[in-house]
C-alpha cells in the first residue's frame, strides 16, 4: 500500500502520491504563456490522474503556465498561488500571450514605449517609440517579453505588453477630398507621419498622381495613397494640375513682321482685326496660302499678310 503525505495548502488538504514518477523535459517548458480553460477542468497534485485532485477550474479562466510534462498532456499552472497540474487538451492558448509574436509582421504600440539597449528594463534607454508606430519584429526575447525592432533606423528592444496586431480586415479605402486628385511636382518621399524626421517608407516619382485624403492642421502635410500605401508628403510639392508634358506644336518656321500688320482671325481683310504687331516682331508661321499666313504673335493665333513678314 502506498504512503500518503497530508499537507495544508491554501485551506485545501492535498495528497502527495510517493512512487509516482514524471519527468519534465527542458525542452518542453514554457513558462509565462497564458492558456485559458475550455471546459470545467480538475487540478491535480502531480500530471496525471492517479494524484490528488486539488480542485476544479471553471471553463473561461486564464492561468499562466510553468512547465509542461515530457508526454506533453499535462501543464504545470499557477493559479491563486498554487502551482498545480491540469490536463493540457483542455486549454487554449490566449492570444495575447507574448510568446506568439510573429516575426516579419506588422504590430502597433500601444503607449509611448522607450527602446533600450537589450530586452531587459537594465539596459539603457535609447529612444522613445510613439503609441500607435506600426513596427516591425526583427526577433523575440527566449521569454517572449520583449522584441527587437528597427525604428527610425535605430535598433532596439521594447517590451512586448505594450504592441499589439495589426488588424488585416480589409478597411474602406479612404476617399480623396473633394474628389480632387493631385499631381507631384517633384521626386518625393512618402514618410509614416507627417514631419521629415518621421521613417521613409517609399518615393513617389515627379508626376505621379496620388489621392490626398487629408492635411495636418496647417496644411503643409498631406496624407497620400500611392501604390496601395497610405502615408504623408510635403504639401508644397503637390499640385491639382498635371504635370503631363505639354503637346508639341505643329511644324512651323519663324518670321518678322517688316511694318506694323494687323492680325485678322481669316485669311481676309473681310475678317475682323485681333491685334496689331509692331514692326519687326518675330511670329511663328504655320502655313502659307494665297498671299495669307498663319501665325501665331505671343499669346495671339490669327492671320495677316505674308507680304510683310520676312
Given at each position: 500500500?502506498?504512503?500518503?503525505?497530508?499537507?495544508?495548502?491554501?485551506?485545501?488538504?492535498?495528497?502527495?502520491?510517493?512512487?509516482?514518477?514524471?519527468?519534465?523535459?527542458?525542452?518542453?517548458?514554457?513558462?509565462?504563456?497564458?492558456?485559458?480553460?475550455?471546459?470545467?477542468?480538475?487540478?491535480?497534485?502531480?500530471?496525471?490522474?492517479?494524484?490528488?485532485?486539488?480542485?476544479?477550474?471553471?471553463?473561461?479562466?486564464?492561468?499562466?503556465?510553468?512547465?509542461?510534462?515530457?508526454?506533453?498532456?499535462?501543464?504545470?499552472?499557477?493559479?491563486?498561488?498554487?502551482?498545480?497540474?491540469?490536463?493540457?487538451?483542455?486549454?487554449?492558448?490566449?492570444?495575447?500571450?507574448?510568446?506568439?509574436?510573429?516575426?516579419?509582421?506588422?504590430?502597433?504600440?500601444?503607449?509611448?514605449?522607450?527602446?533600450?539597449?537589450?530586452?531587459?528594463?537594465?539596459?539603457?534607454?535609447?529612444?522613445?517609440?510613439?503609441?500607435?508606430?506600426?513596427?516591425?519584429?526583427?526577433?523575440?526575447?527566449?521569454?517572449?517579453?520583449?522584441?527587437?525592432?528597427?525604428?527610425?533606423?535605430?535598433?532596439?528592444?521594447?517590451?512586448?505588453?505594450?504592441?499589439?496586431?495589426?488588424?488585416?480586415?480589409?478597411?474602406?479605402?479612404?476617399?480623396?477630398?473633394?474628389?480632387?486628385?493631385?499631381?507631384?511636382?517633384?521626386?518625393?518621399?512618402?514618410?509614416?507621419?507627417?514631419?521629415?524626421?518621421?521613417?521613409?517608407?517609399?518615393?513617389?516619382?515627379?508626376?505621379?498622381?496620388?489621392?490626398?485624403?487629408?492635411?495636418?492642421?496647417?496644411?503643409?502635410?498631406?496624407?497620400?495613397?500611392?501604390n496601395n500605401k497610405t502615408g504623408w508628403v510635403s504639401a508644397q510639392y503637390l499640385s491639382t494640375k498635371s504635370q503631363e508634358p505639354e503637346q508639341k506644336e505643329d511644324t512651323?518656321?519663324?518670321?518678322?513682321?517688316?511694318?506694323?500688320?494687323?492680325?485678322?482671325?481669316?485669311?481676309?481683310?473681310?475678317?475682323?482685326?485681333?491685334?496689331?504687331?509692331?514692326?519687326?516682331?518675330?511670329?511663328?508661321?504655320?502655313?502659307?496660302?494665297?498671299?495669307?499666313?498663319?501665325?501665331?504673335?505671343?499669346?495671339?493665333?490669327?492671320?495677316?499678310?505674308?507680304?510683310?513678314?520676312?
Amino acid at each position: 500500500m502506498k504512503s500518503i503525505d497530508k499537507v495544508i495548502l491554501g485551506g485545501v488538504v492535498l495528497a502527495s502520491t510517493i512512487g509516482i514518477n514524471y519527468n519534465i523535459a527542458s525542452a518542453d517548458i514554457v513558462s509565462q504563456e497564458i492558456y485559458t480553460t475550455t471546459n470545467r477542468l480538475n487540478m491535480r497534485k502531480g500530471p496525471s490522474t492517479d494524484y490528488t485532485l486539488v480542485g476544479t477550474l471553471d471553463k473561461g479562466v486564464k492561468v499562466k503556465a510553468i512547465e509542461k510534462s515530457s508526454d506533453g498532456k499535462w501543464l504545470k499552472i499557477n493559479y491563486n498561488s498554487q502551482n498545480v497540474w491540469v490536463n493540457f487538451a483542455y486549454l487554449q492558448k490566449d492570444k495575447s500571450s507574448n510568446n506568439d509574436i510573429k516575426l516579419d509582421s506588422q504590430y502597433e504600440t500601444t503607449a509611448n514605449v522607450n527602446m533600450r539597449k537589450g530586452p531587459s528594463t537594465d539596459y539603457t534607454k535609447i529612444i522613445i517609440v510613439p503609441a500607435q508606430t506600426k513596427i516591425t519584429p526583427i526577433k523575440s526575447s527566449s521569454d517572449g517579453k520583449w522584441v527587437q525592432i528597427n525604428y527610425k533606423n535605430v535598433t532596439g528592444w521594447i517590451s512586448a505588453q505594450y504592441i499589439k496586431t495589426v488588424s488585416a480586415t480589409p478597411t474602406e479605402p479612404e476617399k480623396p477630398i473633394n474628389g480632387k486628385d493631385y499631381y507631384t511636382t517633384a521626386n518625393l518621399n512618402i514618410r509614416d507621419g507627417a514631419s521629415t524626421t518621421s521613417s521613409k517608407i517609399g518615393k513617389i516619382p515627379n508626376g505621379t498622381k496620388v489621392s490626398v485624403v487629408d492635411f495636418n492642421s496647417n496644411k503643409t502635410w498631406a496624407k497620400v495613397v500611392y501604390n496601395n500605401k497610405t502615408g504623408w508628403v510635403s504639401a508644397q510639392y503637390l499640385s491639382t494640375k498635371s504635370q503631363e508634358p505639354e503637346q508639341k506644336e505643329d511644324t512651323y518656321w519663324t518670321g518678322t513682321t517688316t511694318q506694323n500688320l494687323n492680325m485678322r482671325k481669316g485669311p481676309s481683310t473681310d475678317y475682323s482685326i485681333i491685334i496689331t504687331i509692331p514692326k519687326n516682331s518675330d511670329v511663328k508661321i504655320y502655313e502659307t496660302k494665297s498671299g495669307w499666313a498663319k501665325i501665331k504673335y505671343k499669346s495671339y493665333e490669327g492671320y495677316c499678310s505674308a507680304s510683310f513678314i520676312k
